[in-house]
């Protein structure tokens, strides 16, 4: 095979590879003006190398001068096109103003090409026909150089000062163009007249269609793997396969110029084609029948080019796919670790639920472990969950680096709220329209960035990775109730068995009392005793409480007025102690509720505060209404702060366990441990919930959060307004 048969297949080879990548471009956005110019470049680059595969035929003078014609056009344009392009994609808006001017000089240089002024004639040397330059090719040149060098200055300058993603694009783009440019213009060398190269006596080998060849593999690779020209393109197994049987296709190709140029006695088209053919039948069977043929060795080459996003696609998919039938949440946070520190490999994640009981988002899973002085406190009104809650999105870039789009306000604000964990992203775990949890994700362990493809894999992942944890959220709140009627079972049980123990002590008491015995001892034991006895009682109604109130008749009320008359209530004993009690209402409150439950509840709560309370002291009870997160209905919490000894850390994980109690003292009764379990079966029955913060020596916060409407799915009741009072002191 001669040198111009490796010509011929050199030139077929640089059209067919940028037709192919000029055809994807278009069939993604033709509107787009970054894509339309491409267009042009496309057919000038493909005009260009027809003229070559045209030129190195057997025809004659006057067909060669017509293709030569036919690839001078090509190469007219191809600069100004080829500038285009890269001042879009490198954002120079200033250089971009002297587009129509350049576009009109090199339509000047087409206007010469017809009438014979940019090239008069052909000569044929070893490597074809070459064209014989005009005065209109002398201009061109000087054109051509002042293009070329400022194209290869701007996108030095641009990749410098651009962020990591868009300066990861430039570089691409700079290493394709300075390829093409060497050797495009190492083809222009037989046009000014050398036919060997300077100083040596080596003859002119052109090679311009082969860095065609390798312009479009890299800009072809850049837009699968760097998002470049907005193409997006989904890559799957298929393709990753397909993109390792290219790279496998393009070194055999190399190989067997290489061969042909050593023996090209050996080697014929025939043979060349068919070798070729052999190559990618064998490279596609050892690809798809034997893919651990090759197994051995190392990867790294192969991530270094294909990236390690096809790994990530197969384990994403894996994961989305089993985790329904995970039997546990431990189950999937060790699945979610080994996908996200394992493979994809980030620094960090943090993964915060919605508490149910606080109505806040808590930490619920993270790597690595970190400290609780660290956590940020995210509320139904902070800044993250408003941002989520109002634009609906999938995920929220909190590197800059990502952000294509003007900052907004509250998007600024999420961010900063963020920062504390420096994450890359956070996304959100939405159920149907509630937003129930989120996941902070933290930069690649290697420094690389997330790709677009990495970011649409992880949306599909949080998305099914949240409806799984809602799954696991609910089955906690069937356990409290189960919990609950477990408790309520074994209530009745045990007040039965208090009944008959100590009805027979009262009994026995009263007879002591009418036989007229000792009087000095009747006067030191019968207080004592009845007033035990009046103590079981009150443990056993408690008692028989959960196994009474299986459901509640509510009618609406104001909470704001039900607090006031528990306040009044307590009064008398806070007043002993010289404890003031405070209300603030930032508003009234009307909710469907069990008055009495409540007023019972709220006694109980306060009853508790002023024993903790010393004297003299203060406690405050706060109203206010929460952010609406349901449409049906609003939520409002009730705060009982006081500033007595506290709760140590150990106690507050037992304060609602039925029968566990601290209080040996106080109002001279012995607490019966079912208080706080009773209030917070009184808030379960409203549909709310209950909470306890405490610190030692710095008083203790009891949190209480009521729905406005018992069952979420009826029309608002109505009520009617009343004369608010902010303070009640007591």
């Known amino acids: ?36 110019v491409y267009l042009g470049w496309g057919i000038s680059v493909t005009l260009w190398n027809l003229g070559v595969f045209h030129l190195s035929q057997p025809i004659s003078h006057e067909e060669a001068f017509m293709w030569a014609k036919v690839l001078q056009l090509g190469v007219i344009f191809m600069p100004v096109t080829l500038f285009h392009l890269c001042v879009i994609i490198a954002q120079a808006r200033r250089v971009s103003r002297l587009m129509p001017l350049l576009y009109l000089v090199h339509a000047a240089f087409a206007v010469s090409l017809l009438f014979n002024k940019f090239i008069v004639d052909v000569r044929l040397l070893d490597v074809g026909y070459w064209s014989v330059p005009g005065p209109g090719f002398s201009f061109f040149s000087a054109s051509y150089c002042v293009i070329t060098t400022s194209l290869v200055w701007i996108l030095y300058r641009k990749q410098k000062s651009a962020p990591p993603t868009q300066r990861t694009r430039l570089r691409s783009l700079l290493l394709a163009i300075v390829g093409l440019w ?21 003859k002119f080998y052109p090679l311009g269609s082969l860095a065609a060849v390798f312009y479009v593999v890299i800009i072809g690779y850049s837009v699968l793997q760097h998002r470049l020209l907005d193409i997006q393109v989904t890559m799957s197994r298929f393709a990753a396969q397909l993109v390792r049987l290219l790279f496998m296709m393009l070194v055999g190709f190399l190989l067997l110029l290489l061969a042909s140029r050593l023996a090209p006695d050996q080697f014929t088209v025939f043979s060349f084609i068919a070798a070729g053919g052999v190559l990618f039948v064998s490279s596609l069977a050892a690809l798809f029948l034997f893919p651990q043929f090759f197994g051995k060795g190392s990867d790294t080459l192969e991530r270094k080019i294909l990236g390690d996003k096809f790994e990530y696609h197969a384990r994403v998919q894996n994961l989305i796919q089993t985790m329904r039938s995970f039997p546990d949440p431990e189950y999937l946070l060790h699945e979610l670790e080994e996908l996200l520190a394992g493979t994809m490999r980030v620094r960090s994640y943090q993964i915060f639920l919605l508490d149910d009981t606080t109505r806040g988002f ?23 969950v408003l941002y989520f809650q109002q634009t609906r999105s999938k995920y929220l870039s909190c590197n800059l680096v990502y952000e294509t789009d003007n900052e907004s306000v509250l998007q600024r604000e999420a961010r900063r709220q ?33 790709t677009p493809h990495d970011v649409r894999l992880l949306t ?53 009392r009418e036989a007229r015995i000792n009087q000095d001892t ?88 002023v024993d903790a309370s010393p004297s003299g002291s203060q406690i405050e009870v706060e109203l206010a209404p929460l952010p609406r997160t349901e449409s049906n209905r609003q939520w409002f919490r009730l705060k009982v702060i006081d500033h007595g000894e506290g709760i140590s850390a150990e106690n507050l994980r037992r304060v609602f366990t039925p029968y566990f109690t601290t209080k040996n003292t106080g109002d001279g009764k012995r607490g019966s441990g079912l208080g706080l379990a009773i209030a917070r079966h009184i808030v379960h029955l409203h549909s709310g919930n209950l909470s306890i913060v405490s610190k030692e020596k710095k008083g203790t916060t009891v949190q209480l959060d009521l729905p406005s409407k018992l069952n979420q799915g009826q029309a608002p009741a109505t009520l009617p307004t009343r004369g608010r009072r902010l303070e009640v002191a007591a």
């Open 460 to 512: 599909e992942l949080t998305s099914n990775v949240g409806i799984l944890l809602n799954q696991i959220r609910l089955r906690q709140q069937l356990q409290v109730v189960h919990e609950q009627d477990l408790l309520g079972r074994m209530s009745r049980g045990l007040a039965h068995d208090l009944n008959n123990l100590l009805t027979p002590v009262q009994t026995l008491l009263q007879l002591f």
């Open 522 to 609: 009747i006067d030191e034991l019968l207080p004592i005793s009845l007033r035990n006895l009046e103590t079981v009682r009150t443990y056993v109604n408690e008692a028989l409480f959960f196994s009474r109130s299986a459901k509640i008749h509510g009618k609406l009320g104001l909470l704001d007025e039900t607090a006031r008359e528990a306040i009044s209530l307590v009064s008398p004993q806070g007043d002993s102690k010289g404890i003031r009690i405070l209300l603030t209402a930032a508003t009234e409150a009307p909710i469907e509720m069990d008055s009495v439950l409540i007023k019972r509840l709220l006694c109980n709560l306060l009853s508790n505060a």
């Open 182 to 202: 060497v050797f495009g213009t190492n083809d222009m060398m037989p046009i000014l007249g050398h036919d060997t190269y300077p100083l040596t006596h080596i």
């Open 418 to 450: 963020l920062h504390p964990f420096e994450p890359e992203f956070c996304f959100p775990f939405f159920v149907s329209n509630d937003l129930i949890g989120t996941m902070l994700l933290g930069p690649k362990a290697n420094g690389d960035l997330f």
């Open 1 to 36: 095979m001669n040198t111009l048969d490796v010509i011929r297949i050199t030139a077929l080879a640089a059209t067919l590879f940028n037709v192919a990548l000029t055809v994807l471009v278009l069939t993604r956005d033709f509107r787009s003006m970054l894509h339309r």
């Open 362 to 384: 808590k930490l619920f899973h993270c790597h690595p472990a970190i400290p609780d002085s660290a956590m940020p406190d995210i509320q139904l009104d902070s800044p993250v």
